[in-house]
């Protein structure tokens, strides 16, 4: 092996920052540590709130399913998308946002610099071959102050990073298990979105790919 292939497989599972633009990070391997204690704490979660594949106001199911923890959830049906206090499915409250979630979700927001970061709602993500989200911007929230704080786990999948145009050149850029992504200020409204994911599989999640999304929405 050469030197430099060696230090290639050295640096792996390093923590290291990229910066996306000036208000958005990307934290490579920032939740590798933490990561089968959130896909533990994932299925907690799923027990009490189960994964489903909402519908959009134009009546188109998404492919991606979802649910929440946190004491607001995203939702979306025929009348729209919204932050709700309670599970549409059950009409109970949320599960609590576990504490290896917010200790988490804390951290990566100070370590860019978005100190006093409290989110009270959690969306988790689960994506299989093909689950796709295409462009959009994150804005039914009150509170464009807060930063997102979005990790992946699991099964790689292409982010498409755009600008505050839909039609805005959009870079790609893959996210890998443990990464996890930081944007708030100016690039709080940036357009975004998946590519549909590819197969694969990974050794902690199987086929899918967890992504879960940290925001102050009230
Ligand atoms: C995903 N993420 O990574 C989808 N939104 O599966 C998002 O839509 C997202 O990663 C706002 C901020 C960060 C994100
Ligand atoms: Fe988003």
Not at 30 to 36: D, E, N, R
Request: proline residues 5%.
């Amino acid at each position: 092996m050469t030197l430099a292939l060696f230090d290639a497989f050295e640096n792996e599972g390093e923590v290291r920052q990229e910066k996306l633009a000036s208000h958005a990070f990307v934290l490579r391997n920032f939740a590798l540590a933490q990561a089968s204690h959130l896909l533990a704490a994932i299925e907690v979660v799923q027990l009490q709130a189960s994964f489903r594949h909402l519908v959009t106001p134009g009546g188109l199911q998404m492919s991606v399913a979802m649910t929440n923890c946190g004491t607001l959830g995203w939702v979306s049906d025929r009348r729209g998308y919204r932050y709700a206090e309670s599970d549409p499915q059950s009409g109970q409250a949320w599960p609590a946002m576990p504490a290896v979630f917010l200790d988490l979700a804390k951290r990566a927001a100070a370590e860019v610099g978005f100190s006093d970061f409290t989110p009270e709602a959690c969306l988790i993500n689960r994506y299989q071959v093909g689950s796709r989200l295409s462009l959009h911007q994150d804005k039914d929230e009150e509170n464009y102050a807060a930063p997102i704080v979005s990790v992946s786990l699991g099964v790689p999948a292409m982010f498409l990073f755009g600008g505050l145009q839909r039609s805005d050149k959009t870079a790609r850029v893959p996210l890998f298990h443990g990464d996890v992504v930081v944007w708030g200020g100016p690039d709080r409204l940036r357009y975004h979105g998946i590519l549909p994911l590819k197969q694969a599989q990974h050794a902690m999640t199987g086929e899918y790919r967890f992504n879960i999304t940290f925001r102050k929405a009230g």
